[in-house]
C-alpha cells in the first residue's frame, strides 16, 4: 500500500457490498479509473490485494463498522469516496414477510448505509472532502408484489439521501 506522505497516493474508495453483484461491479469500475479500495462485505474473506482491501464487517452493527473503517483509515489514510451498495433483497409475500425478515432486510439497506456513511462522513467532514453514493433502486418507485420491506428500505435510503445535511459532497442516489 501506498505510504500515508506520498503525495502521489491514489484516491482511496471504500465499497460495501463489494463481495459480489453491484458493488463487485463498482470495485472493478473504480480500480480501472485508478482508485485503491476497501470492499466492506460480511461475507468478504480478509485480505490485502493489489487493488486494495477486502474486510470483514457487518454493516448493521456499529462497531463492526467502526473497526472496519479504522481499519481502511490506518491502511490508506484517507478515504475520498464511499460506495454503499450493500443489500439484502427478499421476495415474499406482505403476510407472510416476518419481523426477522424485515429487520434484516431494513438492518443491512437502511441501517447499514446510514451507520457506515456516518463514520465515513465524520471522517470526511474533518478532511473538508469526500462523496458518499447512496445506490437506491426502482423498486422504490415501481413496486413490485413480494418487495415491501426491500422497496421501503431502498426507498428510505432515497429520501436520506436527498436530505443529507453533512459539510461534504453527498451524491444523489444511483436508482438501477
Known amino acids: 500500500m501506498v505510504p500515508d506522505g506520498d503525495p502521489k497516493r491514489p484516491r482511496v474508495a471504500v465499497v460495501t457490498g463489494g463481495a459480489s453483484g453491484i458493488g463487485a461491479a463498482v470495485i ?7 482508485y485503491v479500495t476497501a470492499s466492506l462485505d460480511w461475507a468478504a474473506e ?15 452493527d456499529p462497531e463492526s463498522v467502526e473497526r472496519a473503517v479504522s481499519r481502511v483509515l490506518s491502511t490508506f489514510g484517507r478515504i475520498d469516496v ?13 403476510l407472510e414477510t416476518s419481523i426477522s425478515d424485515w429487520n434484516r432486510v431494513v438492518g443491512v439497506n437502511l441501517t447499514g448505509t446510514f451507520l457506515v456513511s ?14 458518499i453514493v447512496n445506490v437506491g433502486s426502482t423498486a422504490t418507485v415501481l413496486g413490485t ?17 436527498g436530505s443529507a445535511d453533512a459539510p461534504i459532497a453527498v451524491k444523489r442516489p444511483v436508482v438501477g
Not at 413480494?146 to 422497496?151: E, F, L, M, N, P
Open 82 to 94: 464511499l460506495v454503499n451498495c450493500a443489500g439484502v433483497g427478499l421476495t415474499k409475500a406482505f
Open 46 to 60: 480478509e485480505k490485502v490485494s493489489s487493488h486494495g482491501l477486502s474486510i470483514s464487517a457487518d454493516v448493521r
Open 145 to 161: 408484489p413480494g418487495q415491501t420491506a426491500y422497496a421501503a428500505s431502498k426507498g428510505a435510503v432515497v429520501v436520506a439521501s
Open 28 to 34: 472493478a469500475g473504480l480500480v480501472n479509473a485508478g
Open 118 to 131: 456516518q463514520c465515513v462522513a465524520r471522517w470526511m467532514a474533518h478532511a473538508g472532502s469526500g462523496a
